[in-house]
C-alpha cells in the first residue's frame, strides 16, 4: 500500500512539475463558447487542442489543465507547511525534553496552550489578517501543526537521554551540543519523518477547506479547494459532475497516498513490527 502511495504522489508530482507538456491548454485560459462543455476525447470530439478530457467549467477553462497547475500549489502547501511545523516542534521538543525543569514545564505549558485553540478557527482569523495568499497558508497552517510533534520528540529525547550510550558520552566529557546533535537527534528522526508524512495530509485538506471557502489562494491561480467551490451550486451539482468531481478525487487521492505513504515509513522504520 506504501508503494501505491508512493506511485499516486511521483504521479500528481510529476504532472505538476511537467504541466507545460502534459497539458494543451493554459489553465487560466478563457473561452465562453466552450461554457461548461462535458469531456470530450482527443481525435474523437475534434483534435488534440480542441478536446478537453475533463470538460471545461463555468468560464470554459479546461478543467484538467486546472488540475494539474492546482496540483503544484496544494502539494506545495502540503510539504512547506509539514516541514515548517516538523522544525518548530523537533527544536521545542528537543529543549524541552533535553533540559528539563523549569525549561520543560514553561515549554510544555505554552505547547498544551496552544494545543487548546480551535485550531481551523485560529487558521482563518490570522489568514484573514494577513491577507490569502500562498506565503500566508504555508506560515499559519505550518505554525499550528508543531505542538503534536513537539510533544512526541519531548517524549523520545527524556527516553533516549537516559540510554547507556548518551550517558557514555555525557561521562566522557562530551559537550550538550555533541550529545543534542551526534546521540540524540539522529533517534528521533524516524517518529519526525513519521509524523511529519501524515501532517501533509491535514495540511493539504486545511488548504483545501480555506480556498473553497474563499480565504484561499485566491482565483484565478487554481486549487483543489478553490476549484471545488462550484459544488456550492445546487445545479452545478446535480448537471456537471465534471467540474467538481475531479478536484475533488484528487484531493482524496492524495490524502490517502500520504497516509499509505506514513504507515509505510512507520513500518520500516519501526522495527518491533518487523515479523521474522
Excluded at 516542534?89 to 524541552?96: A, C, D, N, P
Amino acid at each position: 500500500m506504501a508503494l501505491i502511495g508512493l506511485a499516486i504522489i511521483v504521479l500528481f508530482s510529476s504532472l505538476a512539475i511537467l504541466r507545460p507538456i502534459v497539458t494543451w491548454h493554459h489553465p487560466n485560459a478563457v473561452d465562453l463558447t466552450k461554457f461548461k462543455n462535458a469531456p470530450s476525447l482527443p481525435f474523437i470530439h475534434g483534435s488534440l487542442s480542441e478536446s478537453h478530457i475533463m470538460g471545461t467549467d463555468e468560464a470554459g477553462r479546461d478543467i484538467y489543465a486546472r488540475i494539474v497547475d492546482a496540483g503544484r500549489v496544494s502539494l506545495t502547501v502540503g510539504l512547506l507547511a509539514s516541514g515548517l511545523s516538523a522544525f518548530i516542534g523537533t527544536i521545542i521538543g528537543m529543549v524541552s525534553g533535553y533540559a528539563g525543569g523549569r525549561i520543560d514545564d514553561l515549554l510544555m505549558r505554552f505547547t498544551e496552550l496552544v494545543m487548546t485553540f480551535p485550531t481551523f478557527f485560529m487558521i482563518i482569523i490570522l489568514v484573514s489578517l494577513l491577507g490569502p495568499n500562498l506565503l500566508n497558508l504555508i506560515v499559519v497552517i505550518g505554525f499550528f501543526g508543531w505542538p503534536g510533534k513537539a510533544r512526541l520528540v519531548r517524549g523520545q529525547v527524556l527516553s533516549l537521554r537516559e540510554m547507556d550510550y548518551v550517558m557514555a558520552a555525557r561521562a566522557l566529557g562530551a559537550s550538550d551540543r555533541r550529545q543534542i546533535f551526534i546521540h540524540i537527534l539522529p533517534g528521533i528522526m524516524g517518529y519526525v519523518a513519521v509524523a511529519s508524512m501524515l501532517t501533509i495530509a491535514g495540511a493539504i485538506l486545511t488548504e483545501a477547506g480555506l480556498s473553497f471557502l474563499g480565504i484561499g489562494v485566491q482565483i484565478p491561480t487554481p486549487t483543489w479547494g478553490n476549484m471545488m467551490t462550484s459544488a456550492q451550486s445546487m445545479f452545478i451539482l446535480e448537471n456537471n459532475p465534471w467540474i467538481w468531481l475531479p478536484p475533488g478525487v484528487a484531493i482524496s487521492l492524495t490524502v490517502i497516498a500520504v497516509n499509505f505513504m506514513g504507515d509505510g515509513l512507520r513500518d520500516a522504520l519501526d522495527p518491533r513490527t518487523r515479523i521474522e
